[in-house]
């Protein structure tokens, strides 16, 4: 298996070469905005149905476009939607730090593209991007055991804190990836 990476100022594209598979990351435009809120809804909706047996959940303006315009847009941060074979699947935000200690602040992708490996070759890709890297952190809802298990078993983070334990709404758990 080989990957391919190519950086041409942020517009990113991997090709893995024994698949058919195309995922590029372009950067967030407004115009990327209402199609975009419209994955992320569906991907945080489909994640609080699995886990709090709710309709509907997320942070705050996940489902109205006021996050992705807050922190892609109008934040210091390299934002990014996900092109699979040129389809539109879903949007990374990072922040790329001076010090080396980037935070991923959200990667999603829309429920039918979920569980198929697409989202551990978009974190390599995001890797690959940005190799000054001394370690990643995030963090994820406690109730979100989906997350933990892709974060630590198929990304390779750590568990470092639990904020606000056994509060099932509230609980927070924070993850670091240390890079070599």
């Known amino acids: 298996m080989r990957w391919l990476c ?7 594209q991997v090709i893995r070469v024994d698949e058919p598979e195309n995922i590029e990351l372009h950067p967030l435009n407004e115009d990327d ?5 419209q994955i992320m809804t569906r ?22 476009g006021r996050f992705l315009i807050k922190w892609g847009l109008q934040s210091p941060t390299e934002s990014f939607t996900v092109l699979l074979n040129g389809t539109l699947i879903g949007g990374v935000i990072v922040w790329i730090r001076e010090n080396g200690k980037n935070y991923l602040g959200t990667i999603f992708i829309d429920p039918p593209f979920q569980g198929k490996g697409i989202g551990t070759k978009i974190w390599r890709l995001i890797e690959s991007a940005f190799p000054d890297t001394k370690a990643w952190m995030t963090d994820t809802p406690g109730f979100s055991t989906r997350n933990h298990h892709f974060y630590v078993h198929k990304l390779g983070f750590a568990i470092i804190r639990i904020k606000n334990p056994g509060k099932q709404k509230e609980e927070v758990y924070i993850f670091e990836k240390r890079m070599q």
Request: no cysteine; net charge negative.
């Open 43 to 64: 991907a945080f909706d489909h994640d609080t149905r699995i886990h709090l047996g709710e309709e509907r959940g997320g942070p705050d303006g996940y489902d109205d």
């Open 33 to 37: 905005i209402r199609p975009l809120t």
């Open 6 to 12: 190519i950086n041409k100022k942020y517009s990113l």
